[in-house]
């Protein structure tokens, strides 16, 4: 299981090709066998997943009740666009261009690794991000976190 973490400030080359990060690479767990899925994430980014986690992720979607209405359409959403990618020798995936449109990325990017994916911003959109920080995120934190039991009763996490 990958589980990602940083932000690194990266560039594509003149033919649309991002170099991996090494720190990133690292983080990558061998049964992904060096292949990734790539789609439109959230908040205009895009979702960098290794295969072994896009797997998991499908199987809960595909596992969906697709008589529902609503879940053909986020079943849609969320896979609108997939499309699968491998590291050449060197280290680098070609990111499709219809993507990169959607994302706003030109040349200059930011990968966000949380969780097990890696989130592809354009500099300028991580930026608007990373500037909108909640104003209280204490608040938001006891909101989204409070409720929880975190490595049992009494602990703090911070």
Same mark, same amino acid.
């Given at each position: 299981?990958?589980? *990602?973490?940083?932000?690194? !400030?990266?560039? #594509? $080359? /003149?033919? =649309? +090709?991002?170099? @991996? %990060?090494?720190? &990133?690479?690292?983080?990558?767990?061998?049964?992904?066998?060096?292949?990734?899925?790539?789609?439109?994430?959230?908040?205009?980014?895009?979702?960098?997943?290794?295969?072994?986690?896009?797997?998991?992720?499908?199987?809960?979607?595909?596992?969906?009740?697709?008589?529902?209405?609503?879940?053909?359409?986020?079943?849609?959403?969320? *896979?609108?666009?997939?499309? !699968?990618?491998? #590291? $050449? /020798?060197? =280290? +680098?995936?070609? @990111? %499709?261009?219809? &993507?990169?449109?959607?994302?706003?990325?030109?040349?200059?990017?930011?990968?966000?690794?949380?969780?097990?994916?890696?989130?592809?911003?354009?500099?300028?959109?991580?930026?608007?991000?990373?500037?909108?920080?909640?104003?209280?995120?204490?608040?938001?934190?006891?909101?989204?976190?409070?409720?929880?039991?975190?490595?049992?009763?009494?602990?703090?996490?911070?």
């Amino acid at each position: 299981m990958s589980q *990602f973490h940083g932000e690194y !400030e990266c560039k #594509l $080359d /003149a033919k =649309g +090709r991002l170099s @991996l %990060p090494s720190a &990133l690479r690292r983080q990558v767990a061998p049964e992904a066998n060096e292949k990734f899925m790539i789609n439109r994430g959230f908040e205009n980014c895009l979702s960098l997943f290794p295969m072994d986690e896009w797997k998991k992720i499908s199987e809960v979607i595909n596992g969906l009740n697709m008589f529902v209405a609503r879940n053909r359409e986020f079943a849609r959403y969320f *896979f609108r666009g997939a499309t !699968e990618l491998e #590291l $050449d /020798a060197a =280290g +680098r995936i070609l @990111l %499709p261009k219809r &993507l990169c449109e959607y994302a706003g990325i030109d040349k200059e990017l930011v990968l966000y690794g949380w969780s097990n994916k890696i989130e592809i911003w354009s500099v300028d959109r991580y930026n608007q991000l990373i500037s909108e920080e909640p104003k209280d995120f204490s608040a938001l934190a006891e909101e989204v976190m409070g409720k929880l039991n975190i490595g049992g009763a009494g602990r703090d996490i911070s």
